[in-house]
């Protein structure tokens, strides 16, 4: 296993169409993270699993969007009716629940036009 | 809540000199602690942890930090900076009670000038 893995890397979508990415997390890790990033910012939580429950939500993440984990393996998140403050990189996370660190994708970043 | 405060979003350090980054944490649940490393469009790695062991930690590339409760801070220091250390960095803390969620400090653009 190489690590988390996230695809696609680079999105370019118009306003008002919906997207999808996809996280492979590290096999053995039962927990899974979601996390946006903007310029210039840290990133900021939007969603957490366990296994395939998804147990905590931001207030950023807006109706538009929905994350899933349906066989506690690999997570998707979309985004409905895409707007241009959608753009970011959106970055996922696995970890064990017996550890403290976590271990971030490469990102997808998003770019809405 | 928890959150974490990284002041001077831009550092500039001489090629050999020691780099600094300040981190002051607010949690009211023992924290977990982190730094981590992005490069241009690439995912977070990271750097080092403090976990309530030790608070002299020692993280890869020669990256060090101190966990200081008294001060509420876990600073990042390197002795000599490398070109190589040209990237962001971000201060970020957690707990168990928080599921092990980050709050990420705003990050610091590291600048090594030759």
């Known amino acids: 296993d190489t690590g988390v893995s996230q695809n696609p890397r680079h999105k370019i979508t118009k306003r008002g169409q919906n997207v999808t990415f996809r996280c492979d997390p590290i096999?053995?890790?039962?927990?899974l993270y979601w996390y946006r990033q903007t310029l210039g910012q840290g990133p900021e939580f939007l969603t957490y699993f366990q296994n395939e429950a998804q147990l905590e939500k931001s207030r950023l993440l807006s109706d538009r969007f929905s994350a899933e984990r349906p066989k506690g393996s690999f997570s998707t998140l979309e985004i409905q009716r895409t707007e241009q403050g959608d753009s970011a990189m959106y970055l996922c996370?696995?970890?064990?629940?017996?550890?403290?660190?976590?271990?971030f994708g490469q990102g997808t970043r998003l770019t809405v036009v | 809540a928890q959150s974490v405060t990284q002041l001077g979003s831009h550092v500039s350090v001489s090629e050999g000199a020691l780099v600094l980054l300040r981190c002051n944490y607010s949690s009211s649940v023992p924290p977990y602690l982190f730094w981590y490393v992005q490069y241009p469009n690439q995912g977070l790695q990271l750097l080092l942890k403090?976990?309530?062991?030790?608070?002299l930690v020692k993280g890869i590339n020669g990256f060090e930090a101190e966990f200081k409760k008294s001060e509420t801070s876990f600073h990042l220091t390197k002795p000599s900076a490398h070109m190589s250390d040209a990237a962001e960095y971000f201060c970020?803390?957690?707990?168990?009670?928080?599921?092990?969620?980050?709050?990420f400090g705003k990050g610091n653009q590291v600048v090594v000038i030759p």
């Open positions: 970020a803390v957690s707990s168990v009670e928080g599921n092990n969620r980050l709050a």
């Open positions: 403090y976990t309530s062991a030790a608070t």
């Open positions: 096999s053995e890790h039962n927990r």
């Open positions: 996370a696995s970890s064990h629940s017996g550890a403290a660190e976590a271990f």
